[in-house]
């Protein structure tokens, strides 16, 4: 019994001495070693003439808008860019086996990613709270959330039916060349996982490459959405093709009733506050028009058609008094009819001959 006693001691003891962790004090010293003489100014390679190869990949949480009037695509988004930082590694075994630690932002080099085209102002990716985390080989890790915000030019050609592509692209333009900062994405796609459904458009598609616009390097994310037409032909569709079979009901209205000229009118404006309804769901661009908006054109045209029928059609329904036919309109008509008869007539003549000649063979 002691000796087992004894076993389990010794190998307590021997656990004891194997498991090392790093201490508030081993951190503080290695955060101290490693920030001292950084100048977060200058990249982060020995041979200044080597690029720093920027690895971004994107995920995103939501869409939170897209506005087809205004052409703004906004999502919320977290990145993890990744990159080395020759100048901040180190020996875990010298500092109680720590193999990372993480430092503020303002601290350290980190790439500028300047969204290409924002909604609003002009602005870096990140800020002053987020947190850089580096491993002892000098990998550093940063990973920023961001509620992104950018312009999308919108094809409604085929609205309801429609679909769109908007993009998201970074460059460091103003601050590094290609030569000296090169984003590269970290997959083909983007990072849809924790990705939570719009109620009005589909995410069909995303892809991911790296670009060189002039002298710098470009990261961009594209989003193909389709939209869920729905709620646009329940609401829209749907009533304008009641309206079109509604208004050529009008005929079966007995014209006694005088309610054909007052029926066709509403109609025909019900079909124009359509228009001006569709009209506030689209971008004011006239390239292209939507061809549901030729469509609404058309379909008032006939509505006012039908209305000037309707009108003439009761004028002359509600004439008391008979009117004699114009004099030159009984000319045009006498010279049609007689026309009509002399063709007719040489043709029975023709047909006659035609017959007798067969009678004589």
């Not at 090392?20 to 081993?26: C, K, R, V």
Request: proline residues 4%.
């Amino acid at each position: 019994m002691m000796r087992k006693l004894g076993i389990a001691a010794f190998l307590y003891i021997i656990f004891l001495c194997c498991v090392t962790g790093a201490s508030l004090n081993d951190t503080k010293t290695l955060l101290r070693d490693l920030i001292s003489n950084y100048n977060k100014n200058v990249r982060p390679v020995h041979n200044q003439s080597e690029s720093v190869n920027v690895t971004v990949q994107l995920n995103v949480k939501s869409i939170q808008e897209f506005n087809e009037v205004s052409e703004v695509f906004s999502v919320v988004a977290a990145f993890s860019i990744r990159w080395k930082d020759e100048r901040m590694t180190w020996n875990p075994a010298n500092y109680g086996g720590a193999y990372q630690m993480m430092t503020s932002y303002d601290d350290v080099w980190v790439p500028e990613l300047i969204l290409t085209s924002p909604s609003d102002d002009v602005e870096s990716l990140g800020a002053a709270w987020n947190r850089i985390r580096y491993f002892a080989d000098g990998t550093a890790v940063w990973l920023p959330v961001a509620l992104v915000t950018s312009t999308c030019t919108v094809d409604v050609e085929f609205y309801p039916l429609d679909t769109q592509t908007c993009t998201l692209s970074y460059i460091a333009m103003g601050w590094y060349d290609s030569g000296e900062v090169f984003f590269l994405p970290a997959t083909e796609e983007v990072d849809i996982t924790s990705f939570s459904e719009h109620p009005m458009w589909d995410l069909v598609e995303t892809t991911a490459k790296s670009e060189q616009v002039g002298r710098y390097s470009q990261v961009s994310f594209s989003f193909k959405l389709k939209r869920r037409p729905a709620y646009v032909f329940v609401n829209v569709v749907l009533p304008i093709l009641l309206l079109k079979v509604l208004n050529l009901l009008v005929f079966l209205l007995v014209p006694k009733s005088g309610e054909r000229v007052s029926f066709c009118i509403t109609v025909l404006l019900s079909i124009a506050v359509f228009m001006t309804i569709v009209s506030a769901m689209l971008p004011r661009t006239s390239k292209p028009v939507p061809i549901v908006t030729y469509r609404l054109i058309v379909d008032m045209v006939i509505s006012a058609a039908i209305t000037v029928v309707v009108i003439l059609n009761l004028r002359i329904y509600s004439r008391e008094t008979e009117i004699s036919v114009p004099v030159w309109l009984v000319g045009i008509y006498m010279r049609r009819l007689s026309k009509a008869k002399n063709r007719n007539l040489r043709e029975n003549i023709k047909s006659d001959q035609n017959t007798n000649g067969e009678n004589y063979l």
